[in-house]
């Protein structure tokens, strides 16, 4: 098979993504509407090639404060919110995505005078939106997030249990991974477990395997965002084996990040394909890492990761890992 056919392949699959933030699809286009709807000084930002310039990080510390100050600090009301749900259609459409389970972190834009609720009318409002014109599934995870502390983790979960909407199906621990270990939310993974939402972690991402452990074991979590320090634990790779525990790999993201890796040829991906690991395949941030799930799929095929055939194994993985139910699943993989 040619691999100029590749990309054509790859966008006619209809596919899956469970490792997504919903910020990290805010176009060029709309942080630069934003900045001059509201007139902002944004330090450095004077053209959209600034926020080109401004998307090439060079570790995770430097991702996030990329993603609060320059790209959340944009957004000033709730109707805001509208431009990042027409950037999430754009990229599902692009992606031949029917499925997608997203991040949204909400801290910052509490902190800056924004209605909890509301956000969520206006989340959920456009998943039903996409639904109903393009029939593309979103589901929201609240990143209760380690940047600000299990404190406000909480205060974020409270606020979730207290704002229901139908789209809004769990939380997340995403932020900054250095600044405490998993365990320092163990009582918010707890009460919210019991009060029926899904959990998530990002774990692995940039701190040692321990970080993975803690995951596990104190949040209860059913997969492992990232999960790429497994490679240094043997006894964690075939606990991860055994469980069938997926793990939401983002490889690009991963390059960028530069923590464990520099480059696809050096990324653990391969490596825990091969020892059996569940896998999936995910952009976290396309805008910001210039790469979207296609991309993905299409870098590691050319890159000689992974086969065509390989390849659909793992979209199957991604399909089989969602939160959707196991009649859902079965008839969506008869379609594909």
Not at 37 to 54: A, C, F, M, Q, V
Not at 296 to 308: A, G, K, Q, R, V
Request: proline fraction near 4%; charge should be negative; charged fraction near 30%.
């Amino acid at each position: 098979m040619l691999r100029n056919n590749y990309r054509k392949i790859l966008g006619e699959i209809p596919k899956t993504e469970i490792h997504l933030h919903i910020e990290g699809m805010a176009s060029v286009n709309t942080i630069w509407s934003l900045k001059e709807k509201h007139n902002l000084s944004l330090p450095g930002i004077n053209s959209k090639e600034d926020i080109y310039n401004r998307f090439k990080v060079k570790d995770l510390d430097e991702f996030i404060d990329l993603f609060l100050n320059v790209i959340q600090n944009c957004f000033r009301e709730e109707h805001d919110l509208d431009f990042l749900i027409d950037d999430t259609r754009d990229y599902l459409e692009r992606n031949n995505i029917f499925y997608a389970e997203v991040f949204f972190a909400p801290s910052k834009f509490v902190m800056n005078g924004f209605s909890f609720g509301d956000m969520m009318t206006h989340l959920d409002n456009g998943a039903k939106m996409i639904k109903k014109k393009d029939n593309r599934e979103l589901k929201f995870f609240i990143d209760v997030s380690r940047s600000f502390g299990p404190e406000n983790a909480m205060k974020n979960l409270l606020l979730t249990l207290d704002n229901p909407r139908p789209s809004i199906i769990g939380i997340g621990l995403g932020g900054a991974e250095s600044k405490g270990p998993a365990e320092d939310y163990k009582e918010v993974f707890k009460i919210a477990r019991e009060n029926g939402l899904k959990v998530l972690a990002h774990a692995g991402e940039v701190v040692g395997p321990q970080s993975i452990w803690s995951a596990l074991n104190d949040l209860k979590v059913p997969r492992i965002g990232h999960g790429i320090s497994a490679i240094e634990d043997k006894n964690l790779e075939e606990y991860l084996r055994k469980q069938q525990i997926p793990l939401e790999i983002c490889p690009m993201s991963n390059i960028f990040t530069r923590k464990y890796v520099t480059s696809y040829e050096n990324h653990p991906i391969r490596h825990f394909y091969d020892k059996g690991l569940y896998v999936t395949v995910n952009s976290d941030d396309p805008t910001i890492f210039g790469t979207e799930l296609n991309d993905e799929y299409y870098n590691l095929l050319t890159h000689d990761i992974f086969s065509i055939e390989e390849i659909f194994g793992l979209i199957k993985n991604n399909l089989y890992a969602t939160f959707m139910d196991k009649k859902s699943k079965d008839k969506h993989w008869k379609k594909i």
